[in-house]
């Protein structure tokens, strides 16, 4: 597949995606695809919707890079470029993290826009085919544009595979437009996809756009569509709590009521690496051979798992290294336990979820409380810890939650804890103006010896309230076009 050299808003001057088999877990493009040779029947538009996911299965594996690294759940083990930066809070415009992720989003939103600009153009659709494929484009599209501007602020908004002379030309729109392009996006596509009951594993649904639309709107702080969006999630398409934790990370059982949308992997080349990234440099027994050790889970979030949550031994491993000699302690070496699932090939096959229904509960709660309905807010958050605990022993109380204040802290430490190392933590802080105080400080390291923890002390600035725009980006446009953040 021919790519232009220049790193338009984003690669999108290919064929982006069409050549991708139709599986959803192929990857690999065919560079003898052309918009003159493809695009020409069903079967055509099908595989080029599933280049589109191909786009987001190749970039989430390293999603926690920026949305977990920046905040208290990871810090940095072995070096990555463009990492340490984001771990200290140091980042700048020529971190090349930074930059490969809004690359790789606007790989995606390509693929998604050559699906729409080309739609019509097939005539042997079978019923309703092209109705869904339309909704997957602008449910994805609408996906990526979602993380990118949770990550960048405003950004160049591309809805159609621009000129050269365009691309280099097309300024940052402001983080509302964009927005209004996410939630059109999705409201077309709760019209047109399947019932998550008829949509195929690992494709979205009409689930999916509705409770992803119900998150934008938590965003927005637009409490009342929030609350309708989410309400009717849980309401209408039989999504259901997992009783056991647990369940959500085994490979036998990943397929489950709660997920509401993940991205699909098998074992080998169609697999990812997460399991090899997170796992300590000697591998696990009967898992992995070897890891790479790159993040660590942080002693801030593992001291808030309380005895008898359950969570907590699906989250994070307590995993001790052996002394060397026999007069040293034990090291405390814990590591990610999400995603360590057992490889029958060099990658994992384990599924990665996007939206689960415990997301969908809690940001419920955070919609209810905002409109007012207290009591209800308060069930939805003890329905999360209910299952974590197994029993409502646990519960918060009404006196919890008294003040506003109060609620949030609630709510944000239970969203720590159920949806930790699935990249919600770092935007949880940003949009709820959290991340100037929670992230002054952070435990990482602990001693189990001396029961001592080692603190670090941060200085995070109001304008890492969004991340810079790679420099590499800019420096690819008509001098002046597009904008950096300020302050970078």
Known sequence: MKKNKIYIPLLLLSLAGSSCTNSLLNMTPDSSLTTTNFYKTANDMDQAVIGIYSSMQDRKPKDYILMEMPGDNLYM???????????????????????????????????????LENIDRPTDYPGGKKEQFTGEAKFMRALFYFDLVRLYGGVPLVTKTPSISEAKNMPRESADKIYDMIISDL?????????????????????????????????????????????KTIRDFNY???????????????????????????????????????????????????GNQY????????????????????????????????????????????????????????????LRLADVVLLYAEALYNTGDKGNALLQLNAIRERAFGDASHDYTAADIASADSFLDLLLQERQLELAYENERWTDLVRTGKFMTVMTSEERDYNPATSTATKVTLSPKATMAVFPIPQRQIDQYTPGVLKQNEGY
């Open 77 to 115: 083990g072995t070096a990555m470029p463009g990492v340490n930066d984001l771990d200290y809070l140091t980042v700048n415009a020529e971190n090349t993290a930074v930059a490969d992720f809004w690359e790789k989003s606007y790989y995606g939103i390509g693929r998604a826009n050559a699906v």
């Open 187 to 231: 409201k077309e596509a709760i019209d047109l996809l399947p019932a998550p009951a008829t949509a195929i594993r690992g494709r979205a649904s009409k689930g999916a756009a509705t409770g992803l639309l119900g998150k934008v709107y938590i965003y927005r702080k637009d409490w009342a569509n929030a609350k309708t969006y989410l309400e």
């Open 240 to 290: 259901q709590l997992e009783p056991n934790f647990a369940t959500l990370w085994s490979l036998a059982t990943e397929d489950n009521k709660e997920i509401i949308l993940a991205i699909k992997y098998t074992d080998g080349s169609n697999g990812h690496s997460l399991g090899i990234d997170f796992a300590p440099i000697g591998g696990l027994a009967g898992i992995v051979g070897s």
């Open 295 to 354: 993040a660590f889970p942080s002693w801030s979030l593992n001291k808030k798992y309380v005895a008898g949550d359950t969570r907590k031994a699906s989250t994070i491993s307590d995993y001790v290294v052996k002394a060397t000699s026999p007069n040293d302690p034990p090291a405390w070496g814990p590591y990610v336990k999400k995603y360590a699932t057992k490889f029958t090939g060099s990658t994992s096959g384990q599924d990665l979820p996007v």
